[in-house]
C-alpha cells in the first residue's frame, strides 16, 4: 500500500466543493469512483485549500476532482495511474480504460 495525494489550491468554498479522491474501477466502459480519498485542509465559509490522499496500491487508476458549482462543464476530474515509487503519472479518461482492460487480461 502507498498513499497518493494532490494539493488543491485556495478556492472559493461558495463556488466549489470540497476536493475528492477515489480508486477507479470499470464497469464495461463507464468508471465506477470508490470515493476513499481524505481531504487533508480547509473548506470553511469563502475559502478552501488543501489536498487530498488516497491509500491504494501501486498500479491502481485514480482520479482526483472538485466540483464548480456554477458551471459543472468546469468539474475538474483527472486520472491517474500509481506507480511503483508510489508517484502518479496523469492519463486522459479512455488511456485509463485501455490500461484497465489490459491489467484485467493479465491477471
Not at 26 to 50: A, E, M, R
Not at 83 to 88: N, W
Request: overall charge positive.
Amino acid at each position: 500500500m502507498v498513499t497518493v495525494s494532490k494539493n488543491f489550491g485556495d478556492y472559493n468554498a461558495r463556488r466549489y466543493s470540497k476536493p475528492w479522491g477515489a480508486i477507479i474501477t470499470f464497469d464495461g466502459v463507464k468508471p465506477k469512483y470508490n470515493f476513499s480519498g481524505q481531504f487533508l485542509g480547509k473548506h470553511i465559509g469563502g475559502d478552501g485549500s488543501g489536498s487530498v490522499a488516497i491509500k491504494c496500491s501501486p498500479g491502481d487508476i485514480v482520479a482526483f476532482g472538485q466540483k464548480d458549482n456554477r458551471n459543472p462543464k468546469y468539474t475538474e476530474n483527472d486520472f491517474y495511474i500509481v506507480k511503483e515509487d508510489g508517484s502518479i503519472l496523469a492519463i486522459s479518461k479512455s488511456d485509463a480504460l485501455f490500461y484497465w482492460q489490459n491489467k484485467e487480461i493479465g491477471e
